[in-house]
């Protein structure tokens, strides 16, 4: 599934929003839900504690930080489809990926304005952030819960009051990449993960 609007009731299908319980088993369910794979395990470790991008799905430990998962979910859901399955690790394959892409549409004129291309530029840790918050809040998280004072070199008070504000960078990012049309929408995200092809 590429696309799921926010909804709370039965009409998103196999995805109700917010979750019964906060629990990393609902948690897992919900992104798999939106596409997001999530497999949990006893070893894996990646850029965040307990939470490891691969092959453009998740493997957590059972007791992660439902921060970590929601940051690192945010990575696969912002990236175009052609990226997402080849997300690993810190996504270093993913500057691979991106420079073969641009190079097979170096010569088509349309390339420049398709949304795929407005789709790569949003692929960064700010539009990850931002798509967590939204995700997180969904949910059923509290702000606190989504990004700990702790995070984000202990400026995560700061990152969340500007998200709360729909003033952090990310929260722009995402409407140039089209999962809102207004900055005033957020956190209300008109799609789930990024379906631009």
């Not at 859901?77 to 690993?88: C, D, E, G, T």
């Not at 810190?90 to 407005?118: F, R, T």
């Amino acid at each position: 599934m590429a696309a799921h609007p926010i909804q709370s009731s039965e009409e998103s299908g196999d995805l109700v929003l917010p979750l019964l319980r906060l629990d990393n088993q609902s948690l897992a369910h919900a992104l798999q839900a939106i596409g997001i794979p999530v497999t949990f395990c006893l070893d894996a470790e990646g850029f965040l504690e307990d939470v490891r991008i691969e092959a453009g799905g998740l493997r957590c430990k059972p007791d992660a930080d439902p921060a970590n998962i929601l940051h690192e979910a945010g990575h696969l859901a912002i990236l175009p489809p052609v990226l997402r399955s080849r997300a690993n690790d810190d996504l270093g394959e993913i500057v691979e990926a991106l420079e073969e892409l641009y190079e097979a549409k170096a010569n088509d004129p349309e390339w420049i304005d398709s949304p795929l291309m407005q789709a790569t530029l949003q692929i960064s840790d700010p539009e990850a952030t931002a798509w967590a918050f939204a995700f997180g809040t969904a949910c059923g998280y509290s702000p606190d819960q989504i990004i700990q004072d702790d995070q984000y070199d202990g400026e995560g008070d700061g990152v969340r009051f500007m998200l709360v504000q729909n003033q952090y960078l990310g929260v722009h990012g995402l409407r140039a990449a089209g999962f809102i049309d207004r900055v005033s929408q957020y956190p209300h995200l008109k799609m789930w993960t990024q379906d631009a092809a």
